[in-house]
């Protein structure tokens, strides 16, 4: 324990409190069949709506919100919204602060709004959105599946809070900083696009599907090998599944070049007694329907596997298989195109009579070879393109979390004595919400003398809030940039 009974760790001058004490912690109002429609439809936030980099205002559904819930649930300048929940660990707590976008917005039991009482709002966001970079919230988060943080374990949430003239010093000197982080972000992440783009533009090119009528002879998939699709094994059969050891691929395996691995197997008796095939390696995939940009993408396979009904399987004839790499360039450089072969009313679908009348230039086959080799060539440099860029992103990732992890341990910015302590601005919280009479029955421990501190250590934390960031991290030079080095090799 620190001078002050404040934790070691936390600076001198500083506090470390609950959420609660400094800020209102509230859930938003759950969605009902009886609030879809109603004489007061109003809009209202919700996950979808909130991303690591603002808020997505594009699709903002409405609610029924009455007056007095509006009172309750509405959203005010400076509040701070955060994901209660969500199925991908690194996305719970992810917050974002509200600017009075839209009027008369409220938000969904999705969302939990932090309003500050006093702390400045930026402050509180930045610190909020360190702890969720950091994965403290998903670590105390509960739920299977779907991780909860839930309000009233975040409204425990221990903030380290500096005197509010040195919040405002840190949120300057925060934004100032990951301003440049964000440009070099920006930078990089069109890199990375470039590198996809430039593999495609040379791969259409080589391959000569950009052109209206080919040079060369073209043949259809159906006519140079065998298309087929998979299925899925009853799953109320658990003798189909239990101590299976014969690889069962699905859709979501076709967005990588080559499938080498499988995490879901199937037994020799669902192979019998189903329409299943075993494929040798060398049967090239393409995903007929899936989510997202799976539909369309091609892959090969390198081992012997079975496939679900969502996965068109292409066996070249023997004749044709000096052809199997040729096949698989095309049929990804014509991605956009097979995908708009789809057919179908809501879920647009690929089926196979679709993959049997795709077209394949045919080249000669030693003008076949020399074009696949300066496409591996070409492809060789956008790789290195793509993985310094992501090198790059990476490091940005880290000097961000490590920046913001300096700032709440009090060494971004210089400390100022003179200023208004830590201790007091609390004092002026606690006193505006008693005479607002919003302070809750919670009682409070009677504040220590310097004796009974040593003598009684309050250490313990409250329950469920977790412990500071650590303190001892690498220091950076107050108000400095730290430097990102982002260089791509040319």
Known sequence: MSEGGIPSGVPKGWVRVRLDEVAEVRLGRQRSPKNHSGTQMRPYLRAANVDWDGLKLDDVKEMNF????????????????????????????KPAIWNDEIPNCCLQNTLIRVRSYGVDPQYLLHF??????????????????????????????QVSVPPLEEQRRIVAALEEQLSRLDAAKGF?????????????????????????ASPWPVARIG????????????????????GGDIPWVTSALVNQPYVDDVSQFITKRALEQTSLHLLPPGTLLVAMYGEGRTRG????????ATTNQACASIVLRPEFEKRRSWVKEVLRAKYEENRQLSSGGVQKNLNLAIIRDIEIPIPPEEEQDRILLELDEQSRAALRLEQEATLAMRRSARLRRALLMQAFAGQLVAQVPA???????LDRIRAKREAAGTTKSRRRSPRRTPAQRKRSPDTAPVPDAPPPPPADAPALATATQPTLDLEIPS
Do not use: N
């Open 188 to 212: 990089v992440g069109g890199a990375l696009r470039k590198a996809a783009q430039y593999r495609t533009l040379v791969a259409r090119k080589l391959l000569q599907v950009e052109q209206h």
């Open 419 to 425: 200023e208004e302590s830590a201790d007091a601005l």
């Open 223 to 242: 006519d140079i090998a065998e298309v087929g699709s998979g299925s899925t094994p009853l799953r109320s059969r658990q003798d189909y599944y239990e």
């Open 297 to 304: 993408k091609c892959t090969e396979l390198r081992i012997w």
């Open 128 to 157: 909020l959105r360190s702890e969720a970079m950091r994965g403290a919230f998903v670590e105390h988060s509960r739920g299977v599946g779907i991780h909860h943080i839930g309000a009233a374990r975040l409204a425990a949430w």
């Open 66 to 93: 009455t007056d007095d819930e509006v009172a309750v649930y509405g959203l005010k300048k400076g509040d701070i919204v955060l994901s209660e929940a969500s199925g991908s660990a690194s996305e719970v707590g």
